[in-house]
């Protein structure tokens, strides 16, 4: 056998037992992320609140009245959460066809039941605007029922993903991602393990009802947030682990930087009443993951093995479920970090909402919410 091949060929077993090894001993696991240096390793304190039959409360809104919050779930539904004593009630849907949308968790049926992401409310009418991954952005009233489609492609392309948003009330646009062109949210590990950079930052303006491409080419643009003063909007780019930061205002118009870089995988971004924004990471980044996405084969491989999505996930988090939230002020320092480092109640963080001393945690995973005390 000639050495180049013996070689690619070493290397491709090194790697396959590399694979598996990470897969299996998860105590033993020298890829488990490190804590975040000067982190609070605190959040498992959070209090949870468990969610009847349905999973995965990716985003999380308060009503204009403060009541709430509101979340989107696995199986389509926008539930409202309304205190402990009347618990969760059904309160919005984004398709009529819901005769299949009983099971909690059925990804393959999620471009039928909707799959609700971003929630934001629009303060003056109490109207809700959804992002919905497969059914585009869409808009409910205040007292709930079926959403009605607002928009569902720019530039002659559909949207393939649509993830979050914000809502300049003063202006009325709305500002929200389009994750991908060529993977749905089911197809989410794909997209990060290809290296995919085909998400899109987009502007809606109601009185015109015209969609603008603002920015394209990211990888995995997912979370949105305006500043205080709307000079700016934020976009996370999941894949490479940062906030961009689109000026919209002022000299610097039309001009994009990178606001922050953080450790890890950032998922929904939302301002405070300080003008500071929590950044929930869908996992930190170890060294296997940086290792994935800074080698495109290595992703582009792993993507043919005989692997479920279960492992694929396993191998991105370093094979071990926790939760971290990152505070970062309005000029993008990171002024705060969060952390349940070992998973006791936290994991696979996707949203901070902080509201009156608490912050109001959301998860695409997880069966339940969590409310941590910041005092
Ligand atoms: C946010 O903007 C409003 C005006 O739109 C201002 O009154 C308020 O003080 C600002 N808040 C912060 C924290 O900068």
Redesign the pocket.
């Known amino acids: 056998m000639d050495s180049k091949v013996t070689l690619t060929l070493a290397a491709k077993l090194a790697f396959v037992s590399l694979v598996l090894g990470l897969l299996y001993p998860r105590s033993l696991n020298p890829f488990a992320p490190p804590s975040i240096p000067g982190s609070n390793d605190q959040l498992h304190a959070a209090e949870i609140i468990q969610l009847i039959g349905a999973v995965g409360p990716e985003s999380l809104a308060f009503d204009p009245n403060g009541e709430g919050p509101y979340t989107g779930v696995a199986d389509g539904r926008i539930l409202k959460w309304q205190g402990d004593a009347r618990g969760w009630t059904d309160f919005a849907f984004t398709t009529s066809a819901r005769k299949e949308c009983f099971r909690p968790f059925a990804p393959e049926l999620e471009h039928l039941c909707g799959r609700p992401l971003g929630l934001r409310f629009e303060k003056k009418t109490g109207n809700l605007y959804v992002a919905d991954a497969y059914l585009g952005l869409q808009v409910v009233g205040p007292a709930g029922g079926l959403a009605t489609q607002v928009v569902t492609e720019a530039e002659d392309q559909p949207f393939l993903f649509t993830n979050d948003m914000d809502v300049d009330d003063h202006e009325d646009v709305i500002y929200f991602t389009d994750t991908s062109r060529s993977f749905q949210r089911r197809q989410f590990m794909a997209s990060i393990l290809s290296g995919d950079k085909t998400g899109r930052l987009l502007k809606y303006d109601k009185s015109s009802k015209g969609v603008t491409v603002l920015l394209k080419g990211l990888a995995f643009a997912n979370g949105v947030a305006l500043s205080?003063?709307t000079s700016f909007v934020l976009v996370a780019e999941t894949t490479t682990c940062r906030i961009l930061r689109l000026w919209l205002h002022g000299p610097n118009a039309g001009n994009v930087d990178v606001f922050a870089e953080l450790p890890g995988f950032p998922d929904n971004v939302r301002r405070n009443?300080?003008?500071e924004f929590w950044v929930a990471l869908h996992a930190k980044k170890g060294l296997f993951a940086s290792w994935i996405l800074s080698n495109s084969w290595v992703g582009n491989t792993l993507l043919k093995l005989p692997l479920s999505f279960k492992q694929l996930h396993s191998l991105l988090i370093g094979g071990k479920a926790h939760a971290a939230a990152i505070k970062l002020s309005e000029e993008g320092k990171i002024l705060e970090v969060l952390e349940d480092s070992e998973g006791k109640t936290m994991r696979f963080i996707s949203e901070v909402e902080e509201k009156d001393g608490k912050l109001w945690i959301g998860s695409v995973l997880m069966p339940f919410l969590g409310v941590y005390n910041l005092y």
């Open positions: 205080n003063d009443s300080r003008g």
